[in-house]
Every structure is written in structure tokens, then in C-alpha cells.
């Protein structure tokens, strides 16, 4: 069974976030730690698609002060959008880099690996997030490298439920995000 959205948790990463953004957008860091706060070391790093996740799965449970949230952010965003893109552009190619050595790990060892996926396609997902901020050409590359790495899902992919908390659904319709709807095959299914 999923894993059911922890909406403090969300909330208070998103806030977190939030509030050290423009700092974050300033900096040359791609990964910011942020200021010590109530998650203590669950805290993730702070990273434009760490924050577009954060923003869709509380919003999705229902959490108060979403849309305020998404307003600040568009503020944020609107004041320093060239660091904005090409922070966002900088951190697609790193997720890219996280799935493709998941993907590799499990072409190696495909038995040890598989049942990592629902967590590991977290780097894919926060990828198509950060690429839905950019407008092309920018991100192009990227585009490429995501489409190539999605053949490889194929091969291996058996299509099945949505792996994580349904009411993510609304967020992330199967034709875009297929590679939720399924699994990485186990060998002995090959």
C-alpha cells in the first residue's frame, strides 16, 4: 500500500522552503540547506523541484495556505526569473542524473533494485516538474535526455496502479506522468 501524505511534514518543508528562496535563488548552491526548523534532519534540501513537490502534495491533502504559498512563489519567481529558470534548468539535469544511475543500477541488478522505484522516480518526477517551468528552447537538452531515459522505463515497465497516495492523481495525469502508473518488472516477471 502507498504511502499516505504527511501534511505537517509537507507544509512545514514547504514553508521552510518558502521562506529561504530568494536567499537560495541568489546563491550558487543547487542544494540549500535550509535554517534548522521543526523536521530537524528530516528536513530535504532546498531545490525548486523539492519545493514544487512539497506545494502539489500538500496541496493535494488539503492543507490551509497552499495557494498563498503558490502566490509567493510566483512573486519570487517573477522577481528573479532568469536565476529562477536557470536554477531550474541546472537541477532538471541533476535529477536526470539521479534516475539514470537508479536506471543503470537496476540494468546491473535488477532483482535488488526494483522494489526502490517508488521512491527512486521521485528524480524523475521533480525532472518533468522543473522542465514544465521552462519554455523552450531552454530545457532541450534536457527534454532529450528525459525522452531517452523514458525509453529505457519502457522496456522494463509493467503498467499497473498509481504507486503513490491517490489523491496525487489530480496532479499527475497518466499521460504525462506514466511512469507512475506501474513498476519496474522484478526478473522473475521478465
Known amino acids: 500500500m502507498p504511502k499516505p501524505i504527511d501534511v505537517e511534514f509537507e507544509l512545514t518543508a514547504a514553508r521552510a522552503m518558502l521562506a529561504e528562496l530568494e536567499a ?6 543547487v542544494f540549500w540547506q535550509t ?13 525548486i523541484g523539492g519545493l514544487l513537490e512539497a506545494l502539489a502534495r500538500a496541496e493535494t491533502a ?4 497552499v495557494k498563498s504559498m ?3 512563489l510566483d512573486e519570487i519567481k517573477a522577481q528573479h526569473l532568469r536565476r529562477y529558470l536557470a536554477r531550474a534548468e541546472q537541477e532538471a539535469g541533476s535529477r536526470l542524473d539521479a534516475w539514470s544511475w537508479y536506471l543503470d543500477d537496476y540494468a546491473r541488478k535488477p532483482a535488488e533494485v526494483a522494489d526502490y522505484y517508488a521512491n527512486e522516480v521521485r528524480a524523475r518526477l521533480k525532472a518533468e516538474m522543473l522542465l514544465g517551468e521552462l519554455q523552450p ?9 528525459a525522452a531517452a531515459l523514458d525509453e529505457r522505463v519502457r522496456a522494463a515497465f509493467a503498467p499497473g496502479a498509481f504507486i503513490w497516495d491517490e489523491r496525487l492523481r489530480k496532479f499527475f495525469a497518466p499521460e ?4 507512475l502508473y506501474g513498476r519496474l518488472r522484478a526478473p522473475e516477471e521478465e
Request: avoid cysteine; glycine fraction near 10%; proline fraction near 10%.
Open 176 to 179: 504525462r506522468f506514466w511512469w
Open 70 to 72: 503558490r502566490a509567493e
Open 137 to 145: 528552447p531552454s530545457g532541450q537538452a534536457e527534454r532529450a535526455r
Open 35 to 47: 535554517a534548522p526548523n521543526a523536521l530537524g534532519d528530516r528536513m530535504p534540501k532546498l531545490t
Open 24 to 29: 537560495y535563488l541568489k546563491s550558487e548552491v
Open 62 to 65: 488539503g492543507a490551509p495556505g
